[in-house]
């Protein structure tokens, strides 16, 4: 017997098992050779929502929960959010490693030189209602992209897969800026190459009559920080959404239409969204009390707290309740944001949310200055999606290149009911739509 297994018992036959434990974890396969007899398919494990299931090996992302701990290939996120940028970081969850200023060089010149979209995207954003969500728009976008660029089907072919990464990383802002521009009813800005990224995209979102748009470079630096904070967060929603759509080997387009749709729900990349419409429908400090009630009553949810693996402080959300003063001392005071100090002050020492571990995750405090920098809170999850676009992809370049992934097909415990005969319509009884 091995020290690192697991010996277990089978009551119902009475034989015993023993289980090899690898990396902390047994495989669930070595789960179905316990059977009651030939006609048994073999023990499964039920683990609804994933709460504790690792559905791969991954080496980009690593989260420590208990402890508030996020890193990149090994770099903490305070370190990258304090001296690194966002194009930086992207190449690094990409490829494992740091570049050297000739691979930057080469990265900035590849991304800079792919943000122009085809023409004909602005005639189908142009089809969407004056009042669409950016985020749906940005999602048929994004799935749309695959049309323009058929061979991006040859996923296994890694000269084609690095163009469709760049292609994504470099066209994300576009899209995301044209569907704000066609909300608003604004003419497309194009790209500006001699812009940064996050540069060219405050350009393209807010372009008017100058001949040559300047960032604010607080604001400029403020989008790149959140940038690099949103760039991964291993097997989230989102993520799992393109290992999944991905693993039946469709283009990364279409993969990642399917994260964009995951992150737009209210409880992922849409709660900074909810967060603010939270804080506005609180509308002041006084009525924070009476709202914390209803959240203990169970009749809402404090939009913005809680986290399925941070069971301490978000460490993303630390490090933008720092970088709000900077933003605001450029733009005006938020004024929701002695709203949400108030909420987060009761919240931290009240038994109910201290029992259950729940601290402001990085939604509560980042919709407060998308807003103060002047982005409608319908931009927010779009937000997101412009940055989590390198760590869809490095996810999902990890499970093309991982020879144990196979197309995902998760079981089932069927419950339901067991054989019957087909009931003509009118012989069907009113209750049971059964022969009555
Ligand atoms: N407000 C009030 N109660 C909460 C909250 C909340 N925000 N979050 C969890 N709880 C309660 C929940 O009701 C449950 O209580 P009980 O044990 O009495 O039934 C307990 O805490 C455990 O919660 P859970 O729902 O089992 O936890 P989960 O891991 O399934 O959900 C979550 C995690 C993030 C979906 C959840 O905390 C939530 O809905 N938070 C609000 C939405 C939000 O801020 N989402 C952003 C997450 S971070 C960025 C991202 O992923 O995009």
Same mark, same amino acid.
């Given at each position: 017997?091995?020290?690192?297994?697991?010996?277990?018992?089978?009551?119902?036959? *009475?034989?015993?098992?023993?289980?090899?434990?690898?990396?902390?974890?047994?495989?669930?396969?070595?789960?179905?050779?316990?059977?009651?007899?030939?006609?048994?398919?073999?023990?499964?494990?039920?683990?609804?929502?994933?709460?504790?299931?690792?559905?791969?090996?991954?080496?980009?992302?690593?989260?420590?929960?208990?402890?508030?701990?996020?890193?990149?290939?090994?770099?903490?996120?305070?370190?990258?959010? &304090?001296?690194?940028?966002?194009?930086?970081?992207?190449?690094?969850?990409?490829?494992? &490693?740091?570049?050297?200023?000739?691979?930057?060089?080469?990265?900035?010149?590849?991304?800079?030189?792919?943000?122009?979209?085809?023409?004909?995207?602005?005639?189908?954003?142009?089809?969407?209602?004056?009042?669409?969500?950016?985020?749906?728009?940005?999602?048929?976008?994004?799935?749309?992209?695959?049309?323009?660029?058929?061979?991006?089907?040859?996923?296994?072919?890694? *000269?084609?897969?690095?163009?469709?990464?760049?292609?994504?990383?470099?066209?994300?802002?576009?899209? %995301?800026?044209?569907?704000?521009?066609? +909300? $608003?009813?604004?003419?497309?800005?194009?790209?500006?190459?001699?812009?940064?990224?996050?540069?060219?995209?405050?350009?393209? $979102?807010?372009?008017?009559?100058?001949?040559?748009?300047?960032?604010?470079?607080?604001?400029?630096?403020?989008?790149?920080?959140?940038?690099?904070?949103?760039?991964?967060?291993?097997?989230?929603?989102?993520?799992?959404?393109?290992?999944?759509?991905?693993?039946?080997?469709?283009?990364?387009?279409?993969?990642?239409?399917?994260?964009?749709?995951?992150?737009?729900?209210?409880?992922?990349?849409?709660?900074?969204?909810?967060?603010?419409?939270? $804080?506005?429908?609180?509308?002041?400090?006084?009525?924070?009390?009476?709202?914390?009630?209803?959240?203990?009553?169970?009749?809402?949810?404090?939009?913005?707290?809680?986290?399925?693996? @941070?069971?301490?402080?978000?460490?993303?959300?630390?490090?933008?309740?720092?970088?709000?003063?900077?933003?605001?001392?450029?733009?005006?005071?938020?004024?929701?944001?002695?709203?949400?100090?108030?909420?987060?002050?009761?919240?931290?020492?009240?038994? @109910?949310?201290?029992?259950?571990?729940?601290?402001?995750?990085?939604?509560?405090?980042?919709?407060?200055?998308?807003? %103060?920098? *002047?982005?409608?809170?319908?931009?927010?999850?779009?937000?997101?999606?412009?940055?989590?676009?390198?760590?869809?992809?490095?996810?999902?370049?990890?499970?093309?290149?991982?020879?144990?992934?196979?197309?995902?097909?998760?079981?089932?415990?069927? $419950?339901?009911?067991?054989?019957? +005969?087909?009931?003509?319509?009118?012989?069907?009884?009113? &209750? +049971?739509?059964?022969? *009555?």
């Amino acid at each position: 017997m091995t020290a690192s297994s697991l010996t277990v018992t089978d009551n119902r036959t *009475g034989k015993s098992y023993e289980i090899p434990i690898t990396n902390g974890a047994i495989r669930a396969m070595d789960l179905r050779q316990m059977r009651t007899g030939p006609e048994d398919f073999g023990l499964l494990a039920y683990d609804p929502a994933f709460t504790n299931t690792a559905s791969c090996i991954s080496r980009i992302t690593e989260i420590d929960g208990d402890r508030g701990i996020l890193r990149y290939r090994g770099y903490p996120i305070e370190e990258l959010a &304090e001296r690194s940028n966002y194009l930086e970081v992207a190449y690094l969850i990409l490829n494992g &490693e740091l570049p050297t200023i000739a691979q930057m060089d080469e990265w900035v010149y590849e991304v800079t030189h792919h943000t122009w979209v085809h023409e004909n995207v602005k005639k189908f954003m142009d089809g969407f209602h004056h009042d669409a969500h950016a985020m749906g728009m940005l999602c048929s976008a994004v799935a749309a992209l695959s049309t323009f660029y058929p061979e991006a089907k040859n996923g296994g072919d890694p *000269g084609t897969r690095k163009l469709q990464i760049v292609r994504l990383v470099a066209k994300m802002p576009t899209l %995301a800026a044209f569907a704000y521009r066609h +909300s $608003l009813g604004m003419p497309y800005a194009y790209p500006d190459n001699d812009l940064s990224y996050t540069g060219n995209f405050l350009n393209m $979102l807010f372009k008017t009559t100058e001949v040559k748009y300047q960032p604010n470079a607080t604001l400029e630096r403020a989008l790149e920080v959140l940038f690099i904070l949103h760039a991964d967060h291993e097997q989230n929603c989102s993520t799992n959404a393109v290992r999944s759509v991905g693993s039946s080997q469709v283009d990364p387009y279409c993969a990642l239409a399917g994260g964009v749709a995951a992150l737009y729900g209210p409880l992922h990349g849409g709660a900074n969204e909810a967060v603010l419409r939270m $804080l506005a429908e609180i509308g002041s400090k006084d009525h924070v009390p009476a709202f914390i009630k209803e959240v203990k009553s169970g009749k809402d949810k404090l939009m913005g707290f809680g986290h399925r693996v @941070y069971k301490n402080y978000d460490p993303r959300a630390t490090i933008i309740k720092r970088m709000a003063d900077e933003v605001f001392e450029v733009t005006r005071p938020n004024p929701l944001l002695p709203i949400a100090l108030e909420l987060e002050r009761i919240a931290l020492q009240d038994d @109910y949310f201290v029992s259950r571990k729940l601290y402001p995750n990085v939604d509560f405090y980042s919709g407060l200055i998308y807003q %103060a920098m *002047g982005f409608p809170v319908e931009m927010f999850p779009v937000l997101f999606a412009i940055p989590r676009t390198s760590g869809w992809l490095a996810q999902w370049q990890e499970m093309r290149n991982d020879p144990e992934q196979k197309i995902a097909r998760p079981r089932q415990l069927y $419950l339901g009911a067991g054989k019957r +005969s087909y009931v003509e319509i009118g012989k069907r009884d009113e &209750e +049971s739509g059964t022969d *009555g």
